[in-house]
């Protein structure tokens, strides 16, 4: 496939509530957007790049940098053989995951385009049992004022239909967030996600939840480690999940080799996109390491390929995807919905993403767009 031209968007959304993690909160929600256009075909893509470099280094800033002084211009007026040609492509670029995961978005929704099939279905390919229809989702919720918003907030989620919660914890709001969540339901799968705020010194606070049944505890300690989560593990009963320190497929394979974790959370853009989400999700499988796909608050067309991953045999685990009156009033394609009976969402099954984008509305969100084309 010869690319044509590539169209780059920065979008500006407000979420409907402010989000509060460990590294801050926010409320307007920014991200960038590529439009690969490519034999008469159109795949778009979505960089999670965040307002803050407080989830990862990269910045809607600097990933605009990176996409249009060196991936963008790298591609234009190239013919690629398919995504897996992108990641050898893009490879003389070090790091910058969020901004290259845009492009392989793209490449991944035109590839199904020309087979005439949904993302899903394409990226299972490989696999004898097809992907799922429908896939089991949870909500994340973030560090609210009090003990008692938080369990009122669990509460709205709870009667919306989410048959799993994680709660954002920092130190100093750990324990106590989980014990009340905990006390207020008893039987619920809950979480925590730490956004590695904790150092190995801490661990008492989280032996302290040894008794409290929680489904997993979430990159507690550096955003970069792995040793340490290592040293951790056994001194813990919660399963540890990975999450920031999963930069590749290698890092998962140091993860096992060092018994890092006990699941990783795989979020596509952290990875530098779906075919290196593809090679963890094989390599955990057949170490029987249980998988689920996160979420950086994306936007519909962001969510529709995140459910296209989550829908491989090896995503066991509930994903942070969640239905779109949950982040945004009105996005840039119709809402997802939670299937309330199983707390799931159901994977679109048209051809490539499966989603249509309301121009109308995205012209209303983008802040600064700028065309690429061989000239
Ligand atoms: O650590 O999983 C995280 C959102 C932004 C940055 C980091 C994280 C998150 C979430 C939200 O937890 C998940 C979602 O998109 O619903
Ligand atoms: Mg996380």
Known sequence: MKIERIDLYHVSMRLVSPFVTSFGPQQQRDCLLTAVHA??????????????????????????????????????????????????????????????????QAMWDLAAQSDGISMSAKLAEPYAEGPKARVPVGVSIGIQPSLERTVEVIGEYYDQ??????????????????????????DLPIMLDANSAFRLEDAAVFQAMDNLDLLMLEQPLGYEDIYDHSRLR?????????????????????ALAIDACDIINVKPSRVAGWTEARRIHDRC?????????????????????????????????????????????????????????????SVPSGV??????????????????????AH
């Open 234 to 254: 056994p001194l813990i009963k919660t399963p540890l999940c990975l999450d920031e320190s999963i930069h590749s497929d290698d890092h998962a394979r140091y």
């Open 161 to 186: 239909g989410y048959r799993r919660i994680k709660l954002k914890i920092k130190p100093g709001h750990d324990l106590a967030v989980a014990r009340a969540a905990r006390a207020a339901y008893p």
């Open 39 to 104: 034999e008469g075909l159109t795949g778009w893509g979505e960089s999670v790049a965040t307002n803050d470099p407080g989830y990862s280094y990269e910045t809607t800033g600097t990933a605009w940098h990176i996409l249009s002084d060196f991936l963008i211009p790298a591609l234009i007026g190239r013919d690629m053989a398919g995504p897996e040609a992108l990641g050898p492509a893009l490879s003389f670029v070090r790091g910058h995951p969020l901004a290259k995961a845009a492009l392989d």
């Open 285 to 345: 499988r057949a170490a029987g390491m249980p998988l689920w796909v996160g979420g950086m608050l994306e936007t519909g067309v962001g969510r529709a390929a995140q459910l296209a991953l989550a829908s491989l045999p090896g995503f066991t685990l509930p994903g942070d995807i969640s239905a779109t009156e949950r982040y945004y009033e009105r996005d840039i394609t119709a809402p997802f919905y939670l299937n309330r009976e199983d707390s799931t969402i």
């Open 352 to 373: 490539g993403l499966g989603v249509v984008i309301d121009h109308d509305y995205l012209d209303t969100v983008t802040v600064r767009r700028q065309s690429f084309a």
